[in-house]
């Protein structure tokens, strides 16, 4: 009997990538509805934020040196809970939390995966009612399973994750993920409270007609990437130009965008931050896997982002990211 099978939540979609591959264990499977769990969890208390105190500030500053949102503790808490209590992931790294988390239990030490996160990116625009997100990158663990994680499971290169996503808490709410088989949104239908896919097979358009970046930032950039900003605002781009500018100041609405939309997004180094702002394992890394998945590009100005050797959780990167003919141009520049 063939059942209309139209609507597909992110729970079937899931089960049925599972199907797809008999030997498959679910392990990853359930670590994607977990997380899908924590978001709509999120998800409520981000759209009655201005209803209830939890806006505003936590009173505490974070190791990255920056106010902690009230929003900001409670996605983390929500994260790390549904993932600590269930059987696919060993331990998890955060924006939110000094070094990494390993649940060390029987269970979690079996696990395969382990987990990094922003569990709410752009959380300095909760208080002005901008979009703002949750980033995820998942990797295989290389330390023995049955023994607890090691922070060697989570410095590994970008190239290596098994699967990255994020949720954009906006107009509407959406989670996008990427494992190596293509990339799939799903926005949440509140009237049935399940995440429906809704972007199938998520190709970035090769070009576009938005370039976004910190013009406050201007003269602290590099030539390269100043020569690049003048051609998007003459008519010197290979692929047409002038381009638009837009920059939110929200990186999981700005890079995704890019990817629905095409376009460029960038987070430069200057000359009083090298590194740039943006970090390399939970906001750089998981965008890279997506946006290359989808047909784009991802670097640090030199080299592919997944290709670099991480040393530290929190290590920042120069990002540029978005459509594969945008980003050859920024590379000739
Ligand atoms: P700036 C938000 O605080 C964030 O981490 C990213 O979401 C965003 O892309 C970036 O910082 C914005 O930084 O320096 O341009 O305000």
Redesign the pocket.
Known sequence: MNINRKIQTLDEFTIQQMRDFPNATGELAGLLRDIGLAAKRVHVEVNKAGLVDILGDHGTTNIQGEEVKKLDIFANNQFMGVLRHGISCAGIGSEEMDDIVVFDDEISNQSKYVCLFDPL?????IDVNVSIGTIFSVFRRVSELGKPATKADFLQQGLKQVAAGYVIYGSSTMLVYATRRGANGFTLDQSIGEFTLSHPDIQCPPTGKIYSV?H??YFRYDEKVKRYITACQQKTTETGGPYTQR?I????A?VHRSLIKGGIFM?PGTTDRPKG??RLLY?CNPFAFIMEIAGGKATDGQQRILEIQPTEVHQRTPFFVGSKLMMEELENS
């Open positions: 990116d752009g959380s300095t625009n910190n406050g930032n920059y100041g929200s990186m999981v700005d987070y702002k943006l906001e």
